[in-house]
């Protein structure tokens, strides 16, 4: 043998070289890919609120089988369960042949998103214009919400109790509302400011109409706005106190690239990721280790609240699956494993100077494994051990998983979280796990098919895992 051969050898035997995606699956495995990405597309189009993905989820699950689970149940290998957290998030299990004792096996995603929503008293009229004002949740760039189509969803709380479903913009016969933006003849001023000042949170206020009601008083426009959310809905203006109602992009969800590669739309963070635990929970059959999915809420706001992954909605689940097999909970948790599904940012090489290439995730690499998140000095982070990542590479391998480490971009620029420490506080053995996106939280996001598909056969290889 050659030097020269014996060299390639050994490089190819210690050297660690990544591969694009498309050149590790075959035809089959392609055709898989995209009636998965197919159904994901549709799912994203039709769940604009964290409300509306989790009916949504709901709604598939009962085609599956899955049923509402309620303590005193005895559970039986096989079983599928769920339970909704006040409509907003979601929990479900698929009851294993081991015992709970032998813990479990959890992926944690979110499906609320960053969004603006409108103020408890938004309705006014000024310059003969009517405009809804709102407040923004999430981290966003503001001027990216200006001068694009924008929908109305959500819920009215009635003072009966009723609750009104309120929806404007979605339907191809709806209007679509908008915040303006200067025009560029009279901004010179405007274009000095900084990004982030620009267009104030203040004037993130949608434009909803400007035609007066017949009559000479005041508030004419704001009057004829009025009356036709009350025609169409029943609503009066002292309804908004006690609604939840946010402004979403008006795009639908489509194809990029001339190759049809990547996938464009809002929201990728993260119900791709929630799309991808969920399918993997309905495609398996029964698991060794009992399977649970949570779809949690209010991530981008620090995942606070009662539907939040902070709260104890989680263990109360959990509690009750460990009490109809005699199980303590704190016995269960400490055996289980969790996958933080949520999205990493993927390489863009427009703005090379953020990322630190070597270990950024790319596009068509497949699903992106961070063992830590956090900013800067890993603040905040759940830090996955060296164990976690030793049996998730033996799994992936086994299952023919395409994957790569992932980190938040350079070390001083910034950084990011997830769920994974609350449930890490949980003492669950926790990593996270998802999809590369661009132009994270954009109103227009980007991901790549292949990625979306691996990061769907990953959480189903985990969930199948042995105990």
């Excluded at 003969?128 to 923004?136: G, P, V």
């Amino acid at each position: 043998m050659s030097d020269k051969k014996a060299k390639s050898e050994l490089k190819d035997t210690l050297f660690y070289n990544q591969k694009n995606g498309y050149d590790c699956i075959d035809v089959t495995e392609r055709l898989e890919l995209e009636r998965y990405c197919e159904a994901y597309k549709a799912f994203l189009n039709d769940s604009r609120t964290e409300r509306e993905a989790v009916r949504n989820a709901i709604a598939q699950a009962e085609e599956q089988g899955f049923v509402p689970f309620t303590p005193g149940m005895e559970l039986r290998p096989g079983m599928k369960l769920y339970r909704s957290n006040r409509g907003k998030a979601l929990l479900l299990a698929v009851v294993g042949d081991k015992p709970l004792s032998d813990g479990c096996t959890v992926a944690a995603a979110h499906v609320d998103a960053p969004r603006l929503d409108l103020k408890p008293l938004p309705l006014y009229e000024d310059g003969e214009m009517a405009y809804l004002k709102t407040h923004y949740y999430g981290g966003i760039k503001k001027y990216q919400w200006v001068t694009i189509p924008l929908e109305l969803h959500g819920v009215v709380t009635l003072k009966s109790g009723e609750n009104v479903d309120v929806v404007i913009g979605r339907d191809k016969d709806d209007p679509q509302l908008v915040i303006t933006d200067l025009l560029i003849h009279l901004a010179a001023d405007q274009m000095q400011k900084k990004a982030s000042e620009v267009i104030p949170g203040e004037n993130l206020n949608l434009l909803i109409g400007s035609v007066p009601y017949d009559g000479e008083d005041k508030d004419r426009v704001k009057l004829a706005v009025m009356s036709l959310l009350n025609d169409r809905y029943g609503i009066t203006e002292e309804d908004f106190l006690s609604a939840e109602i946010e402004v979403v992009p008006g795009f639908d969800v489509r194809d990029v690239g001339l190759d049809r590669s990547l996938i464009g739309g809002y929201g990728h963070d993260d119900r791709v990721c929630a799309y991808a635990e969920l399918k993997a929970l309905f495609d398996m059959g029964t698991p060794e280790l009992t399977a649970v999915c949570i779809l949690a809420d209010k991530e981008e706001i620090g995942s606070t609240g009662s539907t939040g992954m902070q709260s104890s909605a989680f263990e109360c689940f959990m509690e009750d699956l460990c009490a109809a097999q005699g199980v303590e909970l704190r016995r269960c948790l400490e055996r289980s494993i969790c996958i933080s599904a949520d999205v990493c940012n993927g390489y863009d090489p427009i703005y090379p100077e953020v990322h630190e290439k070597r270990n950024n995730a790319k596009l068509n690499y497949g699903v992106g494994i961070c063992k830590y998140t956090g900013a800067r000095g890993k603040s905040g982070t759940n830090d996955a051990d060296a164990e976690t990542v030793g049996l998730l590479r033996g799994i992936f391998a086994d299952a023919g998983v395409v994957w790569q480490m992932a980190e938040l971009g350079k070390v001083d620029q910034g950084g990011g979280g997830t769920v994974a420490v609350y449930m890490g506080r949980r003492n669950i053995t926790t990593i996270d796990a998802g999809v590369p996106v661009l132009s994270m939280h954009a109103p227009f996001e980007v991901v790549a098919k292949f990625d979306c598909y691996m990061t769907y056969k990953a959480v189903k290889a985990v969930y199948q895992r042995k105990a």
